[in-house]
């Protein structure tokens, strides 16, 4: 019962932060607005993690590595603890463990991103009906824009309605199989 808590409060605790920080990361990638509530939430939860890690990590190409090796660590570190609480014992060495966690984490990113962009698009296209002004509606076009520009120019409106979310829907999920098999084949090699 107890590794059973401990699995669950090392899962919603890591979640949250991998999550908040590759929302802060997509934000930053996709030019996504700070100047709202979502923004400034994600600013407020993320800033004692990535202020220190700008100290010593450097942005790569436009892409702001400070917001994604801390995700990328907090996932590393939260399936090796959960492995822990499990009482697993691999058959794989130290070294193999290490690169096989690593791995793991590098896709569960890949894997939640995906998520981010699929909770977006269905936030934008229910915004869109319910309340075309929220103050929020701008923070999901933008960060759904990138991704249904190019689907937009290929697949018409049908009596004024957009199909191109739904599109971009069904694409993420499809994208999401193949994730899924990746991470399966790379848990099984320790």
Same mark, same amino acid.
């Given at each position: ?112 991103? +995906?998520?981010? %962009? /699929?909770?977006? &698009?269905? @936030? !934008?296209?229910? $915004?869109?009906? =319910? ?31 957009? +199909?191109?979310? %739904? /599109?971009?829907? &069904?694409? @993420? !999920?499809?994208? $999401?199989?193949? =994730? ?11």
């Amino acid at each position: 019962m107890l590794t059973q808590i401990a699995s669950l409060l090392v899962d919603l605790v890591a979640g949250f932060f991998v999550f908040v920080l590759l929302a802060r990361f997509h934000f930053q990638w996709l030019r996504v607005p700070f100047r709202n509530t979502l923004g400034e939430f994600v600013l407020a939860t993320t800033n004692w993690i990535v202020r220190r890690a700008r100290r010593v990590i450097p942005a790569l190409a436009g892409l702001d590595l400070a917001t994604l090796l801390p995700a990328w660590l907090i996932q590393f570190v939260a399936l090796w603890a959960l492995e822990s609480l499990r009482g697993r014992d691999s058959d794989a060495d130290v070294g193999t463990a290490i690169a096989v966690f690593a791995g793991l984490a590098a896709v569960d990113l890949l894997r939640y991103s +995906l998520y981010i %962009l /699929v909770f977006a &698009v269905i @936030l !934008q296209a229910v $915004l869109s009906w =319910v309340n075309p002004h929220s103050p929020v509606a701008p923070i999901f076009d933008a960060i759904t824009r990138r991704f249904l520009r190019p689907l937009r120019r290929f697949i018409p409106p049908v009596a004024n309605i957009d +199909l191109t979310p %739904l /599109v971009l829907l &069904v694409l @993420l !999920q499809v994208l $999401l199989i193949p =994730v899924w098999h990746l991470r399966a084949a790379v848990g099984a090699l320790l």
